[in-house]
């Protein structure tokens, strides 16, 4: 029983992914993006990404199949502002996304709440903070990383 709740909150996972990209396609030229969340930044203190576990999911983006979604979020060792400024752009969309994604299960669980399926609502919930709230404030945490260099290259 246990499986056949993981087997579905991780497939609601990655459904929730093409949920996610469906959605930053449709918002991505609004003022909305532009003004009000393209610059969101939930979590500013290092350590407290430490502690959330934010190195590990690191850690399996780069060295898992994971690598191999966003290939447009790469870093060359030679960069200029132009590539900085576009792969901000790139992670800026790809949490936006990651966000929204993050939203799309949030409906299945109120629903096992509602239910009384509270195991079915916390291993949705589980695998949705693992595969798309974690992803999202990762980008967060690069995209502070890149703010800083970008802000080195315009000194």
């Excluded at 399996?60 to 901000?88: A, E, Y």
């Excluded at 399926?117 to 949705?124: C, K, N, R, V």
Aim: proline residues 2%.
């Amino acid at each position: 029983m246990i499986l056949k709740y993981l087997r579905f909150g991780i497939s609601l996972g990655f459904i929730s992914f093409m949920v996610g990209l469906m959605v930053i396609a449709m918002i991505k030229k609004t003022d909305f993006y532009n003004t009000k969340i393209s610059n969101l930044n939930f979590i500013k203190n290092e350590n407290f990404n430490k502690i959330i576990g934010i190195g590990v999911i690191k850690w399996i983006v780069k060295n898992t199949p994971f690598k191999f979604f966003n290939q447009t979020i790469k870093i060359d060792r030679r960069v200029n502002l132009v590539d900085l400024k576009f792969l901000r752009d790139e992670m800026t969309k790809s949490e936006i996304a990651h966000l929204f994604a993050f939203l799309f299960p949030c409906v299945f669980i109120v629903i096992k709440l509602y239910n009384q399926e509270y195991l079915f609502a916390f291993i949705i919930l589980a695998a949705n903070i693992l595969m798309n709230l974690h992803p999202s404030l990762l980008q967060q945490q690069n995209k502070r990383r890149i703010d800083k260099l970008i802000a080195k290259f315009k000194n």
